[in-house]
């Protein structure tokens, strides 16, 4: 919760320190413009073509206007009117037909700025460390980057456009007007200043709103889900759920309608404010265009012209300042943005150094320390181990040892707070991070449940080579997968899930053994399995490890289990204990020891044989 606040205030605090220089808006525009220009070039100019001649049309749409009130007030009768007056009228369908044409422009543009986008945030979604996951603060600019930052740089841009097409049409309009005097031109343009000024305010507001209900809208989003999540529903419907999932989401929503009311009102005053003061303005223009008339300086038609162009030129200003601040208010989000992306470059930057070796002698583990982030006590305290090639090691301990983290670190998915992991005697925080994952395949308690063919399920163990059909077929057979994956409707093809139709549900231990078959297409030669046979009957639990060695190939396994009947086949077994190693050697070593390992087989066949089954006997 700390985070939180802290990352709010300190977003607010850069968002009033923020400086509001020519020099940053030029930066923000820069960075936008090259950004659409590459995600859609032609659609681009398309796009200004468009505002260039609605600018256009507009301008002549005055100079018409005058034309037929002269014509209307001279001695030339209907036909001389006839003429400026189709004109007034072609210039009005040209600058109405572009600026529907810049409409349906502008959406196709804003997508192709939308995915170039959404490549950038989910390659620093998915490159980022994993210690990122752990922070609230990494959640909650995820969330705000998604839900506004990525619009943004198309908004500056359309800013941009719209503040091109108004400077167009006000240079234009503006000439026309000083053609029939000069002095209204100045007022017209002053007239903007107060939307320009309560404008800025409200970018700011904006933006602070934004930042305060970050924490909020995940809150909504997250009961949303849990409303509405297929693995949720079991559980909702039978806790009954729902009407309290349903007050908590609105307590949540009734907070936010509550802040957003006031953020409302306050922007409606502050646009109430800059209107009133344009207004007033418009009326002193009018006014001194009346006291011009009484002078006799301006004759009835251009009179008429000059209220069409004040009209005119007052729309085209405004827009100008609108423009100015959708750019001021998307660079506060387009901060926050940068500030995402950067995370992704600072991870393209740590995946450097050397190519992990294709394979190694031996692995070790030494005096390693690890803490999570944002905990206060250490997972991992001074952990030695070793893994031997072609060994099958175990990692045993009770519920929060440290298996898992441990596990964690060797995959390099963490990295060792002290100590040291070795690959034939170097470290492997020498390797680059990817060209080590790469060696490594790891099933975690928690693997993925692809809602994809059969075949893909098994196949995304490898993605960097095209699927190899056999591969996928040994893999699969190695993994006791067979009979479940070729008894579905369209056998590999079938898609594991009901969320799509024709899918097929699979049962925990079918997805277990999917999960056993993407590690061993992945053929790499270190294989890590936290609790591979958790839901395996025992049957298929006792056909995995009678066959783990020969579907290894002579990989090396560290595998992670609760059942001793499975770990005592190991070459080794390490016994964690809190964070550290307290026992380690082969099972009839450690039941000879008479320690931890001793007493925590004890308990688990005790219990086998205490329910009247033979399998606590069998195990020892
Ligand atoms: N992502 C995390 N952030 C913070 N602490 C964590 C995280 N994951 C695990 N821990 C803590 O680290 C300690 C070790 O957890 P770990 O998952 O490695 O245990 P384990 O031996 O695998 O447990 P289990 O048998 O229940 O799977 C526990 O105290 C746990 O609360």
Redesign the pocket.
């Known amino acids: 919760m700390d985070e939180e606040r802290v990352d709010s205030v300190s977003l607010r605090v850069a968002a009033r320190s923020e400086k509001k220089s020519l020099g940053r808006l030029s930066s923000l525009v820069r960075m936008s413009l090259s950004l659409v220009w590459s995600s859609g070039r032609s659609l681009f100019i398309a796009l200004v073509v468009l505002q260039l001649v609605a600018a256009g049309a507009l301008a002549g749409q005055v100079l018409a206007v005058q034309a037929v009130l002269d014509a209307i007030l001279g001695a030339g009768g209907v036909d001389a009117v006839v003429r400026p007056a189709l004109l007034l009228a072609g210039l009005t369908a040209v600058s109405m037909i572009a600026a529907g044409a810049q409409g349906q422009v502008q959406r196709l543009l804003a997508e192709l700025v939308s995915r170039a986008m959404w490549h950038r945030v989910l390659g620093v979604a998915t490159g980022v460390g994993l210690r990122h996951f ?1 922070s609230p603060e990494f959640y909650n600019r995820l969330n705000r980057v998604q839900t506004s930052a990525l619009s943004r740089p198309y908004q500056v841009t359309q800013g941009l456009l719209g503040m091109v097409g108004a400077l167009a049409a006000s240079i234009g309009v503006g000439i026309a007007l000083v053609s029939v005097s000069p002095l209204l031109l100045p007022l017209v343009v002053i007239g903007g200043v107060p939307i320009l000024l309560t404008s800025r305010r409200e970018s700011r507001l904006e933006f602070e709103f934004s930042v305060r209900q970050t924490v909020s809208m995940r809150w909504r989003q997250y009961f949303t889900v849990l409303q509405t999540g297929r693995d949720e529903a079991k559980e909702v419907r039978a806790f009954g759920l729902a009407p309290w999932l349903l007050r908590r989401f609105d307590e949540h929503y009734g907070s936010y309608l509550d802040d957003l009311g006031r953020h409302v009102r306050r922007r409606t005053v502050l646009m109430v404010l800059g209107q009133v003061g344009s207004a007033l303005v418009l009326v002193a223009t009018l006014l001194v265009l009346v006291w011009l008339i009484a002078r006799g300086d301006i004759g009835v038609a251009g009179a008429g012209a000059a209220i069409v162009a004040i009209r005119m030129l007052a729309t085209q200003v405004q827009s100008l300042f609108r423009g100015v601040q959708t750019i001021f208010e998307s660079g506060l989000f387009l901060d926050d943005l940068n500030g995402f992306l950067a995370l992704g470059e600072a991870a393209r930057e740590e995946d450097s150094g050397d190519e992990a070796p294709s394979g190694f002698l031996e692995i070790e583990a030494s005096g390693v320390h690890f803490r ?4 206060e ?1 250490e ?1 991992l305290r001074g952990v030695n181990i070793r893994l031997g090639a072609g060994e099958v090691v175990a990692l045993v ?11 964690k670190l060797l995959a390099g998915l963490y990295e060792p707070d002290a100590g040291a992991i070795r690959w034939d005697g170097r470290e492997i925080r020498e390797f680059r991070p990817s060209s080590l994952r790469e060696r490594i395949t790891v099933v975690f ?1 928690d693997f993925v449940r692809y809602a994809l063919p059969a075949r893909e399920n098994i196949s995304v163990g490898r993605v960097d080579e095209p699927t190899d059909e056999l591969r996928v077929r040994q893999a699969a057979a190695a993994a006791g997968a067979t009979s479940a994956l070729e008894s579905l409707p369209q056998g590999y093809d079938t898609i594991l899930s009901r969320l799509f139709s024709g899918g097929r549900e699979l049962s925990g231990g079918q997805w277990q053994r999917v999960a056993l078959a993407r590690s061993f297409y992945r053929d790499a030669p270190l294989v890590i399995l ?2 591979p046979s958790a839901a395996l009957d025992p049957r298929a639990e006792h056909e995995l490890f009678s066959t783990l060695r020969d579907a290894l190939h002579g990989r090396t396994a560290l595998f ?1 289990s ?1 059942r001793f009947s499975t770990v005592r086949g190991a070459d080794r077994i390490y016994v ?1 204990n809190e ?1 550290e190693v307290v026992e380690e050697g082969s099972h009839e070593a450690l039941l000879a020891a008479d320690g931890r390992y001793a007493e925590l087989f004890r308990l688990q066949s005790d219990a086998y044989v205490a329910r009247g089954g033979k399998a606590g006997e069998s195990a020892k």
Request: proline share 4%; glycine share 20%; charged share 20%.
């Open positions: 752990e999570y982030p944002g905990s006590t997972a301990g009770e519920n929060g040892s440290g298996k898992t983290t441990l596990a308690q936290d609790e992670i609760h964690l964070g």
